[in-house]
């Protein structure tokens, strides 16, 4: 019987190397990718030697065609995959026009193309082993990101997509789940130029939890078969609310808030 195996996008930092060192404390061997090649060997090394665990690193961005595929291959060539993570993904900041089209190409081809083409390669695998399908979406798929005009409505893709093939395979034996973080402390905000320490609250509405907590419940909620988890009594009524409101409360209130840009403009 081959050893299981977990594929992490984005595994450099925050959820996705939580989801990194989870996996790896269940025994699963690694193949990890991502940009920051330093970051992502660290990563492997430490885990390597806490775990006893074999770890592969592929590095490359998910927007260049080329790195794409090149992942995508090695996915389909694998000889076994127990669970695929979808992680890697990003924010930018602005309104349709203020942002010049390639950025636009890159952001839609790391949420959607990305996230797509990866589940469809893994989906052979993952049927066979009865596997996991993580697919991390956002509290802000249920919301216009007027000022990250790309973010929200990307990310509604993501848990929408995933909702679907979890839906359409359920039968067949695939736990699929649409990953839903609020505010996470990761490095997500600090590399768009946020300072972490004033942005993160730490009680209230808007409190901000950390990676681990948001991985560890969505195993929890994998193991009762639901399709969206979402961390925190805060996002959990925040989401209850924006699916249950009138969608013209909703309209009103952001035509007269910010709050929806991620970077260092948001008050």
Same mark, same amino acid.
């Given at each position: 019987?081959?050893?299981?195996?977990?594929?992490?996008?984005?595994?450099?930092?925050?959820?996705?190397?939580?989801?990194?060192?989870?996996?790896?404390?269940?025994?699963?061997?690694?193949?990890?990718?991502?940009? $920051?090649?330093?970051?992502?060997?660290?990563?492997?090394?430490?885990?390597?030697?806490?775990?006893?665990?074999?770890?592969?690193?592929?590095?490359?961005?998910?927007?260049?065609?080329?790195?794409?595929?090149?992942?995508?291959?090695?996915?389909?060539?694998?000889?076994?995959?127990?669970?695929?993570?979808?992680?890697?993904?990003?924010?930018?900041?602005?309104?349709?026009?203020?942002?010049?089209?390639?950025?636009?190409?890159?952001?839609?081809?790391?949420?959607?193309?990305?996230?797509?083409?990866? @589940?469809?390669?893994?989906?052979?695998?993952?049927?066979?082993?009865?596997?996991?399908?993580?697919?991390?979406?956002?509290?802000?798929?249920?919301?216009?990101?007027?000022?990250?005009?790309?973010?929200?409505?990307?990310?509604?893709?993501?848990?929408?997509?995933?909702?679907?093939?979890?839906?359409?395979?359920?039968?067949?034996?695939?736990?699929?789940?649409?990953?839903?973080?609020?505010?996470?402390?990761?490095?997500?905000?600090?590399?768009?130029?946020?300072?972490?320490?004033?942005?993160?609250?730490?009680?209230?509405?808007? $409190?901000?939890?950390?990676?681990?907590?948001?991985?560890?419940?969505?195993?929890?909620?994998?193991?009762?078969?639901?399709?969206?988890?979402?961390?925190?009594?805060?996002?959990?009524?925040?989401?209850?609310?924006?699916?249950?409101?009138?969608?013209?409360?909703?309209?009103?209130?952001?035509?007269?808030?910010? @709050?929806?840009?991620?970077?260092?403009?948001?008050?």
């Amino acid at each position: 019987m081959s050893p299981r195996l977990a594929v992490i996008t984005g595994a450099t930092s925050g959820i996705g190397a939580a989801y990194a060192d989870a996996f790896a404390r269940q025994g699963y061997h690694l193949l990890l990718t991502g940009r $920051r090649e330093q970051e992502l060997t660290r990563l492997a090394e430490r885990l390597k030697k806490e775990c006893d665990i074999e770890v592969t690193v592929q590095t490359g961005d998910l927007s260049y065609r080329n790195d794409l595929q090149a992942l995508v291959d090695t996915i389909s060539q694998l000889p076994n995959l127990d669970a695929l993570v979808n992680n890697a993904g990003y924010a930018e900041d602005g309104r349709l026009g203020e942002i010049e089209w390639e950025k636009h190409r890159a952001l839609l081809d790391v949420h959607v193309t990305a996230t797509t083409q990866l @589940s469809h390669a893994g989906i052979p695998h993952l049927l066979q082993s009865k596997g996991i399908l993580i697919n991390v979406a956002s509290v802000a798929s249920w919301l216009p990101t007027t000022q990250s005009v790309l973010y929200g409505p990307t990310k509604a893709y993501v848990r929408s997509f995933t909702e679907s093939v979890g839906l359409a395979y359920r039968q067949d034996g695939l736990k699929a789940l649409a990953l839903c973080p609020g505010f996470t402390i990761t490095d997500f905000h600090s590399r768009m130029g946020i300072d972490p320490d004033t942005f993160y609250k730490d009680k209230g509405f808007t $409190r901000a939890w950390t990676a681990q907590q948001v991985v560890s419940q969505s195993f929890k909620d994998l193991e009762k078969g639901r399709l969206v988890s979402v961390q925190g009594w805060n996002y959990k009524l925040l989401v209850f609310l924006m699916r249950h409101l009138p969608t013209s409360w909703m309209h009103a209130a952001l035509a007269r808030s910010s @709050s929806t840009r991620f970077t260092e403009n948001n008050p």
